[in-house]
């Protein structure tokens, strides 16, 4: 059902007005009609007959006709009955400001979610309760306590928290900064950050969505919607809430280097969501993406009329990992021919201390022409002669005539610059506290460009023998067994396309030596137990046997000094194994996030993957391409590809085994947390080798 | 010679001081009196007899008496003139305003030395040329056309841009950010910034040292006098062109990891200095430490009236690496028996949105009593119920009773608490603009205070064989050769006490097996040229070789592979080494920087050092505690300790390798570059060996 009525309606009832001033009831209607709305008002309060000049109707089915939106105020109590009445009118779109539901407890929640269901059946939305209400700029609507109407802006926002958006109302009045509407969303009993997000998008006064949530609802419905959205318009979240909340403890290497945090991280990175920190940087970002165009490109240059400020930004943007323009020749002449001669002409572009409007007129605009030229930062230090309103001015001019390229300013100082940024703002360039603050921004903007410039996401599929995979879960689950042996695990690897390595279980030295002597020599020893996890911590592993004897010494040291240290384990055995060919070894792995689902890890792998933490996470189904960039994401990568003199891997084989893990674990959401560890693998052409693998399962 | 007449002058002349405003000898005597300075005032003009109601002078010595401070600000031909005139008079001190000296090129150059020459034969101190001049609060002084007099306050200010400092008065102005003293150095033709960095730290009005440098003037004597005032005062630093800064080409490793921003941060490191990133930051900064005491350690409290604000708070504190504090049970208790029930007691204690100052003072007050919290960050949303003043003063009140505890406000929003803020600024309470910049400030602090409890630094001094080394290195400088060959480098570390392997050139296979038959097997062999850096790229380095046969066979090959990839290789023969027992590889290396000295640099060796980068660099001379610190700067400490099942390496060893070293780069300053790689290090007690060494020099 569509949002509409919450952002245009034709009338508005006000359910709990108050002529009392102070009172929520009286701050909502009041912000109605200060606000300049058009439409229809209807106050409804048992014991007043009117209100700020208003008729009063003592319910809504006085009032005669139906309202369209309805914004309900009354103790917690009387609500069921308001979205009854609401029910028997039509009327589809209810705001309710009112607390007192899941947030206080059990008794709370039983009464909203009884509320959602009488809404539900007659078809109206909702949206809270427990929030500060709604206001949309174009239809001059404010029906929240939230505070005055902001001036009308590109954006439209949502909040979680009803008190951040009030800070946010507060201080966007405070810098001039307008937004398309405003949502406190509550306790998102029916409308959800997803609705909201959705409606915005489709919104055509929204340019920018941003918001700032504590918890997502259906994460993989989240992911997928936001991503398609992210293409039409940028979403900047704040997401408080990462690194405190604490991930479940996790027997695998991928589940215990999996925070939430990470989760979070991948599932922006997916949807190429904007994660900003701060409520400054929020507006930062979304002034400069409302009102600019997007980057070509990372390539910045700085013009300013002092040295060091201009050093400061050069330094911010090699910092922010942007490219620092190298101007045209062509360019460099253009600034020389006309700039006095103490101007630096190079990037940074110093027009100097004494430089009035036209030169920096002069000089944005064959800046604006260079070709080698992504975006400007345009500084301005209050010196004795500068003309900070004028400049101002010159800026907008220049950024008319040429609206191609994103225009930042940073004019330092406050109120000797502040005539000037009150005409930056009039003009919609955005205006930084600092330079940092203004190549941060366009670091973003980079980032988001990147995103948008991704081919098409297709997941491949590979033929596998998935029916095998189906029966050991299955056996494993009906057992109520968690864990996946390793020969089960090698099975499910082969089940998928993976290669394994050849060997067998002895159970008596001699054994030991027979297997090693068919699979032929170098052989690793493996201690074969249920209960050992980590078997090189107990001595359970031993590689490069390369004889009969080595084989009979190292499995009767093992049953001899592994039972002393594990006395409770059930030992079956020791697995007698061929040595893969040399090659690297790195870790796949996949950790299943509660709520988006199978997160895919890669890193190094031994000790490296542990003390280096050098991984790399994204959400399954992975494509080819972003299996590729999750390798490149490692410091090691370099590794990878070969290094002084060292000849590199098949990195292609990586990149492919990520890819059959993802299917994996996307075909089977039993599967909690897996990890193939070592993943070995060699020269480009050869077949990496699944070394071992911990799988834990779950219905 | 002290600086005090530039703090506290008895009288100041003007000379150029002028009647047309907008004219910069105008705004200056302006300045002068609308500053409410105290002490006598000339104005020098040849061509009025009264500037704003003062008598004006045709030149200094019609004054009559000797003015403590001279301004000068009559065009550069003229400035020399002066000087001498101030030299007659006995004038000490001097501002020179003027432009058109160094910064304009050759000329103003000679003209600036000059000035500088006379004045120091006359015991005059100049601050400038090229400055906006001088402002300190306690003497009403604002000798300087950077702005009006900005409210008194505990921070002393040095700018070396003029740009960037009127920036920052007007910032601070707007902020009711308040200074000691402000001072722009300009051309720093006499004082530089270390002068008034010493002058600040000696300055009673003084609390906090700032400043925005572009250079620094003599790196060792800055350090050396940096740290000791660090001790005392908290110095911190905006310092551009950082990173674009290019390092010259360097053949070593250390040199090519080593740019001169490693060189500043390992300064600012060692003197205890807090780097800024912005004006905004450095005020955020400046403000708690002229305020608030010290906080004893990194625990952190949050007290809020919003969840949501809380939870951001508390993810900048882990973002931060501060902790969380965990508070008493006692605490807790007291929290729980007054606050209302739906109130959050832990960190992050939430006194919920309709909190009146008294719940803020209650639980402000509880907080502070509690031994497991360091600081407090005290959070505001404007709320319905919100009385952000009455708050303010509220937590102010309570900060004044238990001065013990840095206390941080981020009040958010704007027009709303706009009183609430008036009134922390005016209790000294710093208030930050969000919850992450007020902790990213307590960070500061914290590394501060960690800095200053560590104890004296005491350099251990081994006996070595100094003349060795002074031979070997006076031998290459003679023949004007740059690189010492691997066969003395070897010499220079054992002179220094490093362990080396046994070896010996050969120069066939035949001698090449005999010299490894008596070595013991397995041997290294390395190709001996002198053309030849990178041995392993050009195939030049073979391990591990068991016979005599694979020796001559290694031999063979590279004397007929190597010629054919660096023809114009001189080839010496082959180095047949002992082959190091097994153990970590570990780089140890020195890159003298032309400002600081020699960068003392660790890391893993091999293939680590270039693909990870994970290296740490250190002032030298290192102490015993700095070198084992900068291990553990490294990820790979770990691996050093040992990791799942490896034994540890002996790590005092390599601390005393890199102290040995720092000696040894101390001592011979003609030492430019230099790595030990590999150096190889065993189990604790074992020796570590430095396999080999490159070494540059240069007069």
């Known amino acids: 059902m569509s949002l509409e009525s919450f952002f245009s309606p034709k009338s508005v009832a006000i359910v709990g007005a108050s002529r009392r001033k102070g009172k929520v009831g009286y701050e909502i209607l009041t912000n109605m009609i200060s606000s300049g709305y058009e439409g229809k008002i209807f106050p409804v ?10 008729t009063c109707y003592p319910d809504l089915s006085s009032i005669g006709e139906t309202p369209e939106l309805v914004v309900v105020i009354v103790p917690a109590r009387f609500v069921l009955g308001i979205i009854e009445d609401c029910a028997k009118l039509g009327t589809k779109s209810v705001i309710i400001i009112t607390a007192g539901f899941k947030e206080i407890g059990e008794e709370g929640k039983k009464l909203e979610e009884e509320i959602v269901r009488v809404a539900r059946r007659a078809g109206i939305r909702i949206i809270g309760p427990n929030c500060l209400g709604v206001i ?39 810098n001039g900064i307008g937004f398309s509407s405003l949502f406190s969303i509550g306790n998102k009993a029916d409308v959800d950050e ?14 920018v969505i941003a918001g700032y949530l504590e918890s997502i609802g259906d994460g993989n419905e989240f992911v997928r919607e936001a991503e398609r959205i992210s293409h039409q318009k940028p979403i900047l979240l704040m997401k408080s809430g990462g690194t405190t909340a604490g991930a479940k403890a996790a027997s695998s290497h991928t589940g215990s280097l999996a925070g939430s945090e990470v989760a979070y991280e991948c599932m922006f990175a997916r949807a190429g969501i904007i994660r900003c920190d701060s409520i400054t940087q929020q507006f930062d970002f979304a002034q400069a993406f409302a009102s600019q165009p997007l980057p070509r490109g990372p390539k910045v240059v700085v013009l300013t009329n002092a040295g060091g400020a201009g050093i400061m930004a050069a330094d911010a943007i090699e910092r922010q990992g942007l490219t620092f323009a190298k101007l045209a020749e062509e360019t460099i002449d253009r600034l020389a021919a006309s700039l006095p001669a103490a101007a630096n002409c190079y990037n940074p572009v110093d027009v100097l201390g004494d430089a009035l409007p036209d030169r920096y007129e002069f000089a944005l605009d064959v800046l604006l022409d260079d070709p080698s030229v992504d975006a400007v930062v345009v500084l301005l230090t209050p010196q004795a002669m500068t003309q900070a309103a004028e400049t101002a001015e010159a800026i907008a001019k220049t950024a008319q005539a040429k609206p191609d390229k994103p225009i930042l300013a940073c004019f330092l100082g406050a109120s000797k610059v502040e005539a000037g940024v009150k005409v930056l703002r009039e003009a919609k360039i955005p205006q930084y506290e600092s330079p940092e603050a203004a190549v941060a921004t366009l670091r973003a903007m980079a980032d988001y460009v990147l995103w948008r410039s991704q081919p098409k996401r297709v997941v491949k599929l590979f033929p596998v023998n998935r029916r095998k995979v189906e029966s050991i ?14 020969a089960e695990s090698k099975e499910i690897l082969e ?7 050849k060997g067998s279980i002895a159970t008596t030295a001699d054994q030991a030596a027979n297997i090693a002597d068919q699979l032929g020599y170098p052989v690793v020893l493996k201690i074969w137990s249920p209960d050992i996890l980590h078997k090189s911590d107990v001595g359970g592993v031993k590689v490069g046997l390369k004889s009969a004897q080595q084989v009979r010494d190292a499995f009767d040291l093992m049953m001899y000094r592994i039972p002393k240290k594990m006395p409770d384990a059930h030992i079956l055995g020791v697995l007698v194994q061929e040595m893969c060919a040399s090659g690297r070894e790195v870790i796949l792995g996949m950790h299943r996030d509660p709520h988006f689902g199978p997160l895919m890890m890669f890193g190094m792998g031994g000790v490296m993957v542990e003390v280096l933490k050098d991984v790399a996470f ?76 911990r799988i834990s399962v779950e219905k």
Do not use: C, W
């Open 45 to 54: 309060n048992r014991s007043a007959d009117e209100i700020e000049g208003l």
């Open 136 to 174: 949309v700029s174009s239809s001059k609507l404010n029906a929240s306590f939230g505070g005055d109407m902001p001036k009308a802006g590109g954006t439209g926002y949502l909040s979680q928290s009803g008190a951040m958006l009030a800070a946010i109302l507060d201080t966007a009045k405070a």
């Open 194 to 207: 997803l609705d909201l997000i959705e409606a915005l998008a489709a919104d055509p006064n929204t340019k």
């Open 473 to 486: 879960i299955d056996r494993h689950l009906r057992k109520g067994a968690r864990e996946i042996g390793e």
């Open 495 to 501: 089940a998928y396309g993976f290669a394994t390595p």
């Open 618 to 693: 994204y959400l399954a189904p992975l494509t080819g391409d972003e299996a590729k960039r999750m390798l490149m994401n490692t410091k090691t990568y370099r590794i990878l590809q070969g290094v002084r003199g060292q000849e590199g891997v098949d990195i292609e084989a990586i990149a492919e085994g990520l890819q059959r893990l993802s299917q994996l674990v996307t075909e089977f959401p039993q599967i909690q947390e897996m990890d193939i560890n070592p993943y070995v693998v060699g020269l480009p052409g050869t077949t990496p080798i699944g070394v071992d693998a």
